[in-house]
């Protein structure tokens, strides 16, 4: 419960919008660390989260004005916390 609600006043407070959810959401879903994955697959997944990346920080470029780095990196830093949410 008190992860859920860190979470939540997280999110608020950042006040995403629905193309940054459904990337970070995207960046989430694949997780090229899960198990019984071939080396082929972790790297084509590898390859598509930095893609995944690269389209959020272009997204925060194209939206934000003085401060698309420090909106990525706030993206980014949430990351961690809604991967243990999502585990």
Partial sequence: NNIIN???RT??????????V???K???LLNQEDH???????????RLRDRLHGTL????VRTQTES??????????IL???SVRNA
């Fill in 80 to 82: 961690p916390k809604l």
């Fill in 57 to 60: 920080y272009q997204f925060c």
């Fill in 6 to 8: 860190t979470l939540t």
């Fill in 11 to 20: 999110i608020d407070g950042i006040d995403m919008t629905e193309t940054e």
């Fill in 26 to 28: 995207a960046i989430i």
């Fill in 36 to 46: 019984g994955l071939s080396d082929y697959t972790r790297n084509s997944i590898g």
């Fill in 22 to 24: 459904c990337l970070l």
């Fill in 68 to 77: 698309s780095t420090i909106r990525f990196a706030r993206l980014l830093h």
